[in-house]
């Protein structure tokens, strides 16, 4: 193999990929990049055998071939040599020698066969997702995912499509994020499949706030095709929650209140929480809402926010993260926050989205 490039350009390309690379895997192939030409580009992959990267790299090509080389060291070269252009070379015995201005260096790679190979899917029916919808989507959702691993179901996002819609659902058992969209182009199959957070980790980092993604879903893995950048991942095995049940009906006392003072006002009280006293007050009146805190030998804060709201007075606590949370994704200027009692849960509702979370028992009261 030996292509010509500039810096700038295989850079991009690494930066896309090598994010999932381990450099302490036990396997020492899954440590490298695989790269083999391809026409008029170099295809990069990179895999942790449950997450698998490719992207396309437009280069000139003098001599057709494939290698594997160490991401990390690849990476920090690539990004120290000067600006302009480079070439790359491969040789005997898996070495490849990365040349630019007055610069050479060489690397010792392994062969491209003992690189896994990224999954094939021949399933025709392709689901079509705007980017920036499913940015918004995740944005909304990923935070309520679980991160105990012994909850593994809840270690990932659900993702439905059923002929127009296209649902995300996120809990970890505490909290409920669900999410709601018409697609572009209506399917006639049915999806249902969990897909891991650090793939949607993944998946995110690379969505633009333009342009089209195409998804395909298997029996145990799914692909995402960003703009040429693919992205594929095992689907985790098992039954998600089912979640309409614990969401209740709508309350018609509904509090409005400006979301950025909401948040501001909660973020104030969690400065005074403890890992054994996380708990903040909300105090429920007919104009306002005081928000408090009190620990134990750390101090206490009072707090009044304006609302509009015609029901019954109430005192609730809750997490004060998981409203943060969510306020500091939702763009809208006010929320309605449903409140039913000390031990139900509070809901937001906006127009295609819900969200969820279990009140604290409050202590020092």
Same mark, same amino acid.
């Given at each position: 193999?030996?292509?010509?490039?500039?810096?700038?350009?295989?850079?991009?390309?690494?930066?896309?990929?090598?994010?999932?690379?381990?450099?302490?895997?036990?396997?020492?192939?899954?440590?490298?990049?695989?790269?083999?030409?391809?026409?008029?580009?170099?295809?990069?992959?990179?895999?942790?055998?449950?997450?698998?990267?490719?992207?396309?790299?437009?280069?000139?090509?003098?001599?057709?071939?494939?290698?594997?080389?160490?991401?990390?060291?690849?990476?920090?070269?690539?990004?120290?040599?000067?600006?302009?252009?480079?070439?790359?070379?491969?040789?005997?015995?898996?070495?490849?020698?990365?040349?630019?201005?007055?610069?050479?260096?060489?690397?010792?790679?392994?062969?491209?066969?003992?690189?896994?190979?990224?999954?094939?899917?021949?399933?025709?029916?392709?689901?079509?997702?705007?980017?920036?919808?499913?940015?918004?989507?995740?944005?909304?959702?990923?935070?309520?995912?679980?991160?105990?691993?012994?909850?593994?179901?809840?270690?990932? @996002?659900?993702?439905?499509?059923?002929?127009?819609?296209?649902?995300?659902?996120?809990?970890?058992?505490?909290?409920?994020?669900?999410?709601?969209?018409?697609?572009?182009?209506?399917?006639?199959?049915?999806?249902? @499949?969990?897909?891991?957070?650090?793939?949607?980790?993944?998946?995110?980092?690379?969505?633009?706030?333009?342009?089209?993604?195409?998804? @395909?879903?298997?029996?145990?893995? $799914?692909?995402?095709?960003?703009?040429?950048?693919?992205? $594929?991942?095992?689907?985790?095995?098992?039954?998600?929650?089912?979640?309409?049940?614990?969401?209740?009906?709508?309350?018609? $006392?509904?509090?409005?209140?400006?979301?950025?003072?909401?948040?501001?006002?909660?973020?104030?009280?969690?400065?005074?929480?403890?890992?054994?006293?996380?708990?903040?007050?909300?105090?429920?009146?007919?104009?306002?809402?005081? @928000?408090?805190?009190?620990?134990?030998?750390?101090?206490?804060?009072?707090?009044?926010?304006?609302?509009?709201?015609?029901?019954?007075?109430?005192?609730?606590?809750?997490?004060?993260?998981?409203?943060?949370?969510?306020?500091?994704?939702?763009?809208?200027?006010?929320?309605?926050?449903?409140?039913?009692?000390?031990?139900?849960?509070?809901?937001?509702?906006?127009?295609?989205?819900?969200?969820? $979370?279990?009140?604290?028992?409050?202590?020092?009261?």
């Amino acid at each position: 193999m030996k292509i010509k490039t500039t810096k700038e350009n295989i850079l991009l390309g690494i930066q896309i990929v090598q994010n999932i690379v381990n450099p302490k895997s036990t396997l020492p192939i899954l440590s490298n990049l695989l790269i083999e030409t391809k026409k008029d580009t170099i295809k990069l992959n990179a895999t942790d055998l449950d997450i698998g990267i490719s992207c396309e790299v437009p280069v000139s090509i003098l001599e057709e071939g494939a290698i594997t080389i160490p991401a990390k060291k690849f990476s920090d070269i690539i990004r120290e040599l000067p600006p302009g252009d480079i070439t790359i070379v491969t040789k005997k015995n898996n070495q490849i020698e990365i040349e630019g201005d007055k610069i050479r260096f060489k690397l010792s790679g392994l062969p491209k066969e003992e690189f896994p190979k990224f999954p094939e899917f021949n399933d025709t029916e392709v689901v079509q997702i705007e980017q920036n919808v499913l940015k918004e989507m995740l944005r909304l959702t990923s935070f309520a995912v679980s991160h105990e691993e012994s909850r593994y179901v809840l270690n990932g @996002v659900l993702l439905e499509i059923d002929s127009k819609v296209i649902r995300i659902v996120a809990t970890d058992g505490r909290r409920l994020a669900k999410i709601e969209k018409k697609l572009p182009n209506p399917t006639k199959k049915e999806i249902s @499949v969990i897909i891991p957070i650090k793939a949607i980790h993944e998946i995110n980092r690379n969505l633009k706030e333009e342009g089209m993604l195409s998804f @395909v879903a298997s029996a145990n893995q $799914a692909l995402f095709d960003i703009g040429g950048i693919l992205i $594929a991942t095992r689907i985790i095995e098992g039954e998600f929650p089912n979640y309409s049940q614990v969401i209740p009906e709508p309350v018609a $006392a509904k509090i409005k209140i400006n979301t950025q003072d909401l948040l501001s006002a909660i973020r104030r009280a969690n400065l005074l929480t403890t890992p054994d006293f996380q708990a903040i007050k909300f105090e429920v009146f007919k104009e306002k809402l005081i @928000v408090s805190k009190t620990t134990p030998d750390v101090g206490e804060s009072r707090e009044e926010v304006a609302i509009e709201y015609g029901g019954p007075e109430l005192i609730v606590g809750f997490n004060p993260q998981f409203l943060i949370d969510v306020l500091k994704n939702v763009n809208a200027e006010h929320v309605e926050w449903e409140l039913s009692g000390s031990d139900k849960p509070g809901v937001m509702r906006l127009e295609d989205y819900l969200y969820l $979370a279990l009140p604290m028992r409050l202590q020092n009261v």
